[in-house]
Nanobody, 115 residues
Framework: QVQSVESGGGLVQPGGSLRLSCAASGVIFRITTMGWYRQVPGKQRELVASIGSSGVANYANSVKGRFAISRDNAKATVYLQMNSLQPEDTAVYYC?????????WGQGTQVTVSA
């Protein structure tokens, strides 16, 4: 089993920045890919960014050049640095930790971008 705790969400003005963190515990050596997803009411959850165990990152087109994902394997933590935030980035952000067999989801953290 893998558990995760997310932090770093909140209210920010357009153009501002936030940094999300997701700290894993449990059977962390089995984690391969770590990622961030987001969801707004009435829409499907969508991939924001993911990073493999080798450090190769993948981004949604809508966040390329503004968001950066990173991971600290020693701390079993994945980060999402979000810059130049816009109102359309408002959503609940979830981290997903993947092993070869199972995906584990965090509880979600609200990000609201508003003047």
């Amino acid at each position: 089993q893998v558990q995760s705790v997310e932090s770093g969400g909140g209210l920010v003005q357009p153009g501002g920045s936030l940094r999300l963190s997701c700290a894993a515990s449990g059977v962390i050596f089995r984690i391969t890919t770590m990622g961030w997803y987001r969801q707004v009411p009435g829409k499907q959850r969508e991939l924001v960014a993911s990073i493999g165990s080798s450090g190769v990152a993948n981004y949604a087109n809508s966040v390329k050049g503004r968001f950066a994902i990173s991971r600290d394997n020693a701390k079993a933590t994945v980060y999402l640095q979000m810059n130049s935030l816009q109102p359309e980035d408002t959503a609940v952000y979830y981290c997903k930790l993947s092993t070869n067999a199972v995906d584990y989801w965090g509880q979600g953290t609200q990000v609201t971008v508003s003047a």
